[in-house]
C-alpha cells in the first residue's frame, strides 16, 4: 500500500497497516492502492473543487434521498418494482429542495433519477441508431439536405434566428 | 450509537452547540415572591469541535482486468474484480472503527476510550480468573460483579438510558458463560444477568434494552490493545429528555460524509477509482455518565 499520511495520524494508520499486513489477500489486492489520511483543514489532504461539483455519492442515507425521492415516471417506477433497481438507469442530481426543513438551511440532498434502461441491441440498434445513421448519411452537400438552407438561409451562421 | 452527518458534508470542523444538554426540572413554592417571576432555562454557552478527517483509498482497474471480469461461461475466465474495491472500502473501515474506540490525540480526535475522565481499573478478580479458579459458584461471582460495576452506572442516569451496551473483549464474554453454580444453576453469569435486569419494567411497561458487543479491538495483547489487559464498556447511546420526552443521542458519530466516490477519469491503460471518508469523532456531551470504561475487568492477562 502506498501512504500519504498528514501530521499526527501516522499512530492509526500504522496499526491498520499491521492489521492488513496479516491478511494475504489484502496485501496482494492493496499493493498498488493508495491510502491518504489527513486532516481536511490541511491543505494537501483538501477534496479537489471538481470532486465537490460532480460528487458521486454511494449509498450514504445522509446525503441521498430516499426511495420515495426517486425521479421516475410511473413507467419507470413499475419496472423498479417488478425488477429492482438494477434494471434500470441512475443518475444523481443535487437538490436543494430536499433539505432537513429548518428556515434558512440550504444544505440538500443528491436525489436518485432512474430512466428506462435502453437494451443494448433492441432499442439501440433497431430504434435509435438507425436514425441517428439516416441523419449522418445525408452530407451537406447533398440536394435533399440543402432544402433546409433555402428556407432558413442562416441556419449556418451562429445567431439563433428562430 | 448514532451518526451525524450534520448539514454540510464538505466541513472541516464539525461542532456540537452544547445549550441542548443543559437543564432541568425544580419544585418550588408558588407562594414564595422570588418564584413568581418566569425563570430562563439556564443556557450553557459552549461548543465541541472536532477537526474532520479525509481518508480516502485508491485502487486501479486496468483494461485487462475489467475485460476478463467479463468473460462469462468459464470458470477460468472471469474474475471478481470487486475483490479490490471491498479490500479499499475495508482498510477505510477499519481505520474509521479505531477511531471511534481509540481516538487520536495528535488530531484532537475523540474515541470512546477518551470520553470519560478516566479509565477505571477494575482491581478485584477478573471474570476469566473467577472462571479459571472458582469451581463451585464461578456465575454467582462473576454476576455480582458484573452487577456492581452496571448498578452504579445506571444509578447515575437515574435508568433513563434507552439501551444499555455491554461492550466486551471476546475473553470477557466467554469467561461469562460459566455456569452459575454447579449445585443449583446451570445458567451463565450473562444469562442471568439479562434476565435479572429484564426483570424489571420501564414506567411505560416496557422493558429496558441490553445489547452485548463482543469486540475483538478489545481483546488484549493485540495490535489494537498492545496491553496485557482488555478494555470493558458501559454505553448509554440515548435518553428520553425534555418535556415531550424526545430521545437525545448522548454519544455521537460524526462523520459529515462516509460514502464517496471521486468522478473517475476512464484511462487508457487503467482506470483510478477512489474512495473517500470523512470523520470527525465523538460527540458526547455529558462525558462520563454516557461512557464508562475498566480495564481488566475480562482478563489481566497470564491466566487471569
Known amino acids: 500500500m502506498i501512504k500519504r499520511i498528514g501530521e499526527g495520524l501516522e499512530g492509526p494508520v500504522s496499526v491498520i497497516e499491521n492489521f492488513f499486513s496479516h491478511i494475504p489477500g489484502a496485501e496482494e489486492n492493496l499493493q498498488t492502492a493508495e491510502l491518504t489520511v489527513g486532516l481536511a483543514k490541511d491543505n494537501r489532504f483538501k477534496i479537489p473543487l471538481g470532486a465537490l461539483r460532480q460528487a458521486a455519492y454511494v449509498g450514504d442515507p445522509a446525503h441521498v434521498g430516499d426511495e420515495s425521492s426517486i425521479y421516475a415516471s410511473a413507467e419507470v417506477r413499475a419496472l423498479i418494482k417488478a425488477k429492482g433497481?438494477?434494471?434500470v438507469d441512475t443518475r444523481f442530481v443535487f437538490d436543494h429542495s430536499l433539505r432537513p426543513g429548518k428556515l434558512g438551511d440550504m444544505s440538500g440532498k443528491y436525489r436518485l433519477?432512474?430512466?428506462?434502461?435502453?437494451?443494448?441491441?433492441?432499442?439501440?440498434?433497431?430504434?435509435?441508431?438507425?436514425?441517428?445513421?439516416?441523419g449522418q448519411g445525408y452530407s451537406p452537400w447533398n440536394v435533399g439536405y440543402f432544402t433546409k438552407v433555402f428556407k432558413a438561409p442562416l441556419l449556418y451562421s451562429r445567431r439563433p434566428i428562430w | 450509537?448514532?451518526?451525524?452527518?450534520?448539514?454540510?458534508?464538505?466541513?472541516?470542523?464539525?461542532?456540537?452547540?452544547?445549550?441542548?444538554?443543559?437543564?432541568?426540572?425544580?419544585?418550588?413554592?408558588?407562594?414564595?415572591?422570588?418564584?413568581?417571576?418566569?425563570?430562563?432555562?439556564?443556557?450553557?454557552?459552549?461548543?465541541?469541535?472536532?477537526?474532520?478527517?479525509?481518508?480516502?483509498?485508491?485502487?486501479?482497474?486496468?483494461?485487462?482486468?475489467?475485460?476478463?471480469?467479463?468473460?462469462?461461461g468459464s470458470p477460468f475466465g472471469s474474475q471478481l474484480i470487486t475483490v479490490k474495491?471491498?479490500?479499499?472500502?475495508?482498510?477505510?473501515?477499519?481505520?474509521?472503527?479505531?477511531?471511534?474506540?481509540?481516538?487520536n490525540t495528535n488530531t484532537e480526535t475523540v474515541g470512546l476510550l477518551?470520553?470519560?475522565?478516566?479509565?477505571?481499573?477494575?482491581?478485584?478478580?477478573?471474570?476469566?480468573?473467577?472462571?479459571?479458579?472458582?469451581?463451585?459458584?464461578?456465575g454467582a461471582a462473576q454476576l455480582l460483579a458484573l452487577e456492581q460495576i452496571i448498578v452504579p452506572f445506571l444509578t447515575t442516569v437515574y435508568n433513563k438510558i434507552e439501551t444499555l451496551k455491554l461492550v466486551m473483549s471476546p475473553t470477557c464474554y466467554n469467561a461469562?458463560?460459566?455456569?452459575?453454580?454447579?449445585?443449583?444453576?446451570?445458567?451463565?453469569?450473562?444469562?442471568?444477568?439479562l434476565a435479572n435486569f429484564l426483570a424489571g419494567k420501564t414506567k411505560d411497561g416496557g422493558v429496558p434494552n441490553i445489547e452485548i458487543v463482543i469486540e475483538p479491538l478489545?481483546?488484549?495483547?493485540?495490535?489494537?490493545?498492545?496491553?496485557?489487559?482488555?478494555?470493558?464498556?458501559?454505553?448509554?447511546t440515548e435518553m428520553e429528555t425534555g418535556p415531550d420526552e424526545e430521545k437525545t443521542p448522548l454519544i455521537m458519530c460524526g462523520a459529515p460524509l462516509m460514502e464517496f466516490v471521486y468522478p473517475t477519469i476512464p484511462g487508457a491503460y487503467d482506470t483510478q477509482y477512489k474512495f473517500l471518508k470523512r470523520y470527525a469523532g465523538i460527540?458526547?456531551?455529558?462525558?462520563?455518565?454516557s461512557v464508562a470504561v475498566w480495564t481488566g475487568f475480562g482478563t489481566k492477562g497470564s491466566g487471569n
Open chain 1, 85 to 87: 433497481m438494477g434494471a
Open chain 1, 113 to 134: 433519477v432512474a430512466t428506462k434502461r435502453k437494451d443494448l441491441v433492441l432499442d439501440g440498434v433497431l430504434d435509435a441508431a438507425p436514425a441517428l445513421l439516416a
Open chain 2, 1 to 72: 450509537m448514532k451518526f451525524e452527518s450534520g448539514s454540510e458534508p464538505w466541513c472541516e470542523v464539525m461542532d456540537l452547540f452544547l445549550s441542548d444538554y443543559v437543564g432541568f426540572a425544580s419544585l418550588e413554592d408558588t407562594g414564595q415572591l422570588s418564584n413568581n417571576a418566569i425563570r430562563n432555562v439556564q443556557v450553557r454557552a459552549g461548543m465541541m469541535s472536532t477537526p474532520v478527517i479525509n481518508m480516502s483509498c485508491s485502487y486501479d482497474l486496468s483494461i485487462e482486468e475489467m475485460k476478463r471480469a467479463e468473460q462469462s
Open chain 2, 85 to 103: 474495491q471491498r479490500y479499499a472500502d475495508y482498510a477505510l473501515r477499519m481505520l474509521v472503527a479505531y477511531l471511534i474506540y481509540f481516538g
Open chain 2, 114 to 138: 477518551n470520553v470519560p475522565t478516566s479509565i477505571t481499573s477494575y482491581t478485584p478478580a477478573s471474570m476469566n480468573n473467577i472462571f479459571l479458579t472458582n469451581a463451585t459458584n464461578p
Open chain 2, 176 to 193: 461469562l458463560t460459566a455456569p452459575y453454580s454447579t449445585q443449583y444453576s446451570a445458567e451463565g453469569a450473562i444469562k442471568a444477568f
Open chain 2, 218 to 236: 478489545f481483546a488484549p495483547s493485540t495490535m489494537f490493545n498492545a496491553n496485557t489487559y482488555d478494555y470493558f464498556m458501559l454505553l448509554a
Open chain 2, 283 to 289: 460527540f458526547a456531551p455529558i462525558g462520563g455518565q
